[in-house]
């Protein structure tokens, strides 16, 4: 009876001792969460494994993550796969489709979106644009003459329509000047004239008399517009004023119209174009009736197909650029380990037990073996 006893107690002191150092062991994988100090000194295993080993550990992981979970070869395979795209294109026509049918005014559609003043936001938006723009492209151009900044065809073609030009001009104040209009214009300049000259030109005036004089000037100045040499030299003028003009910088043609001009003519055209339409108080839906089928059905695939091409020759330098590693690391460095230990448990709770029941079926059966030594000797 005594030797069973013996060996009972061998056993459960076993299989005690066994069960308790494995749960120990678990424990100890997260327990302590911070070391333990004693008189100064840290008491060893504090703090725990994991709590210890944190940073290598979340080292090791956003290494593993991109190494060999988050690969750029896993990734161009995914995106390869038929219908991830499909989806994405089904989910980027249902979105499209969906604001584009939208019957909200723009201005309402734009106030939902956030904006507090649509009309004054884009109007500054614009004014900002432009500014820049205009700033931008004529910065590499102040330095060279117009001549070198326009291109060669309209070149060609000013100097071309110099003369149908001249004769238009010529054409224009023929026709004034035969008109009542024109002839009342000579009477005016011709009493101006006479005014001019003092007592002199009343005297010539008194003498000529002016209704005789304007009928008499007048077909000179007919007959001086229709002659060829006058427009001929009407054409050299604006000739000359063009080469003048064109062989002038662009700095200096800024500086005599005046950028500030230049810049608010700009604005106030634009932004009038915009307002003139009435563009705001229009549903979204009547503006985009007419692309919102190629917008849906051509657009949206060209531009995700095009997207996914993109991605698939740029996944390695966007890996690269999100870093994923060193987010990896990041967040289990901020995770909880409390949090942590609940997880694991939690889902090797069933193994955990095994493993200490396992422990003290071992520490038994190490028991039954020590207490037949210890009988047998």
């Known amino acids: 009876m005594e030797t069973v006893l013996y060996v009972l107690f061998m056993v459960a002191a076993g299989a005690i001792i066994g069960g308790v150092t494995n749960a120990l062991a678990i424990k100890m994988l997260f327990r302590p969460y911070k070391p333990i100090y004693v008189y100064g000194k840290r008491l060893p295993f504090t703090p725990g494994l994991i709590p210890k080993r944190r940073e290598e550990l979340a080292h090791q992981l956003g290494k593993m993550v991109v190494e060999h979970l988050l690969t750029a070869e896993g990734i161009r395979r995914k995106l390869m796969e038929a219908e991830l795209i499909d989806g994405v294109i089904q989910w980027g026509q249902q979105l499209a489709d969906r604001w584009l049918s939208s019957e909200q005014t723009v201005d309402g559609l734009l106030r939902q979106l956030g904006m507090r003043a649509p009309k004054e936001w884009i109007d500054a938006k614009i004014a900002q644009w432009l500014e820049d723009t205009y700033e931008s492209s004529l910065a590499p151009l102040r330095n060279k003459r117009i001549y070198d900044v326009l291109p060669a065809e309209v070149r060609v073609q000013v100097e071309k329509r110099v003369s149908a030009f001249a004769d238009y001009i010529a054409d224009r104040a023929l026709s004034y ?4 209009d024109g002839k ?24 000529l008399g002016n209704v005789n004089l304007v009928d008499k000037v007048q077909p000179e100045v007919i007959k001086f517009l229709k002659h060829q040499g006058t427009r001929q030299m009407l054409a050299q003028l604006l000739l000359d004023e063009w080469h003048k003009w064109s062989a002038a910088s662009v700095a200096e043609a800024e500086a005599f119209i005046g950028k500030e001009r230049i810049q608010q003519s700009l604005r106030n055209w634009v932004i009038k174009a915009i307002h003139q339409n009435e563009i705001w108080e229009k549903k979204v839906a009547d503006l985009a009736a007419m692309y919102r089928e190629p917008i849906i059905n051509e657009w949206i695939p060209k531009s995700i197909e095009k997207a996914r091409q993109w991605i698939i020759g740029q996944v390695e330098a966007l890996i690269e650029r999100l870093q994923v590693a060193d987010i990896v690391r990041k967040e289990v460095e901020k995770f909880p380990v409390e949090r942590l230990e609940q997880m694991i448990l939690l889902i090797s709770q069933r193994e955990f037990k095994m493993i200490t029941y396992l422990g003290a079926l071992l520490g038994g059966i190490i028991g039954i073996f020590q207490a037949i030594v210890g009988l047998w000797f």
């Open 177 to 180: 000047f035969q008109s009542e």
């Open 184 to 207: 009342q214009r000579i009477a005016q300049m011709i009493d101006e004239f006479f005014i001019g000259r003092g007592m002199l030109g009343n005297m010539l005036q008194m003498f």
